[in-house]
């Protein structure tokens, strides 16, 4: 295992940094969260221009034929700049999902558009009343001639408001499956939802919405789960290096007493611990990625990750807050957005506590 990125993903993370810090400035940002809904289509635009929208999909739908660590090192940028972009949504979602279990008629229709930056993805995992979104329980999917049709809800779903087709997990026949189904459709509802860091979300409801079932071996539902908890570590990695990067940078600017405040003992404990789970953060992270994508099995570090994306995350960004006094909780200062997005990515898809009980129940107690 070798933690060094090839010179294509430094590359990758370079050229998204550049354009992320030049068209997502706190001002843009500022505008964007004043209007309806969290997205800038003209930055999606160039992101797809970049050839970065297609870096994990295939070549016969105009993709680089990139990793899934590919991905995980533009999901970082998305959190360094907390981007307003449904990167995560799109291709850690829905179109990675379509990639690995969608028919050749399916990945032509879905994600050339992806590529190309005219379509937008999304999946629904978490259902109401439901803390497993790895196991669907009301939602169901049921046989109809050659197509199938949805029922029931889901919450939370990343960028519903702005997607053309949603990943959706639904019990079959009793067994958990996933199924694609066109927002535009009939018997779909979507209805956005407010968010503590104004990123779009939505709840969606089916009553007999047609779908087409995404086929693949194994527990393809978890798999999806997996996938989507090591995303949003990504983006936690990103969003706690710039938040210690902004809290490191005010300490040693911001006096007291004829010194900068980051030579205070203090200060110093609270920034060192914030690195120590920084770091933290991103090997897990990491080591759950490259599993990932090396086709081995990542469920457990997926947990691990998370756990520490969840937890650790919590603690550097509430540091980068604290360090910075009463400017820590103006909002109209840029570390508020990341000590929101962390606290965020902290609960979506099962908080600390839950990734603790699912490692848990992972380990049998074995002969005594």
């Given at each position: 295992m070798d933690f060094t990125f090839s010179e294509e993903q430094e590359t990758i993370g370079k050229v998204a940094r550049q354009l992320f810090e030049a068209r997502a400035t706190p001002e843009r940002l500022t505008e964007l969260e004043a209007g309806e809904v969290?997205?800038?289509?003209?930055l999606w635009r160039e992101l797809a221009a970049s050839d970065l929208l297609g870096i994990a999909l295939p070549e016969s739908v105009g993709g680089s034929g990139g990793s899934f660590l590919d991905l995980g090192v533009l999901l970082a940028e998305v959190g360094w700049s907390v981007a307003p972009v449904p990167v995560y949504a799109t291709l850690a979602l829905g179109a990675d999902t379509i990639?690995?279990?969608?028919?050749?008629?399916?990945?032509?229709?879905?994600?050339s558009?992806?590529?190309?930056?005219?379509?937008?993805?999304?999946?629904?995992?978490?259902?109401?009343?439901?803390?497993?979104?790895?196991?669907?329980?009301?939602?169901?999917?049921?046989?109809?001639?050659?197509?199938?049709?949805?029922?029931?809800?889901?919450?939370?779903?990343?960028a519903a408001q702005l997607a053309h087709a949603i990943v959706v997990s639904a019990l079959a026949d009793g067994e958990p499956g996933l199924f694609v189904v066109d927002t535009d459709a009939a018997g779909?509802?979507?209805?956005?939802?407010?968010?503590?860091?104004?990123?779009?979300?939505?709840?969606?409801?089916?009553?007999?919405?047609?779908?087409r079932?995404?086929?693949g071996?194994?527990?393809?539902?978890?798999?999806?789960?997996?996938?989507?908890?090591?995303?949003?570590?990504?983006?936690?990695?990103?969003?706690?290096?710039?938040?210690?990067?902004?809290?490191a940078s005010y300490t040693?600017?911001?006096?007291?007493?004829?010194?900068?405040?980051?030579?205070?003992?203090?200060?110093?404990?609270?920034?060192?611990?914030?690195?120590?789970?920084?770091?933290?953060?991103?090997?897990?992270?990491?080591?759950?990625?490259w599993l990932i994508a090396e086709a081995r099995l990542a469920d457990r570090e997926a947990s691990i990750a998370k756990f520490?994306?969840?937890?650790?995350?919590?603690?550097?960004?509430?540091?980068?807050?604290?360090?910075?006094?009463?400017?820590?909780?103006?909002?109209?200062?840029?570390?508020?957005?990341?000590?929101?997005?962390?606290?965020?990515?902290?609960?979506?898809?099962?908080?600390?506590?839950q990734q603790l009980a699912r490692l848990g129940a992972a380990y049998s107690e074995g002969p005594k």
């Open positions: 969290r997205f800038d289509d003209a990639a690995r279990h969608g028919d050749s008629d399916l990945q032509q229709r879905y994600l558009g992806v590529v190309d930056g005219s379509v937008i993805l999304t999946a629904a995992l978490a259902e109401p009343g439901n803390s497993n979104p790895a196991l669907p329980r009301s939602t169901t999917a049921r046989k109809d001639g050659d197509a199938w049709l949805v029922d029931g809800a889901k919450e939370l779903v990343p779909v509802d979507v209805t956005p939802v407010e968010t503590t860091n104004g990123e779009p979300y939505a709840q969606v409801t089916f009553a007999n919405a047609s779908a079932r995404l086929e071996e194994g527990d393809i539902v978890g798999a999806l789960y997996t996938r989507a908890l090591v995303g949003l570590c990504a983006i936690q990695v990103g969003v706690t290096e710039r938040a210690l990067r902004i809290a040693a600017e911001r006096e007291q007493f004829g010194r900068p405040i980051g030579s205070f003992q203090a200060v110093q404990q609270r920034m060192a611990d914030a690195f120590i789970d920084t770091e933290a953060i991103r090997w897990t992270t990491w080591h759950a990625a520490w994306a969840a937890e650790a995350g919590a603690r550097v960004v509430a540091t980068a807050q604290q360090v910075h006094g009463g400017m820590g909780i103006d909002i109209t200062y840029p570390v508020s957005r990341y000590y929101l997005w962390a606290k965020d990515i902290e609960l979506a898809l099962g908080s600390a506590s």
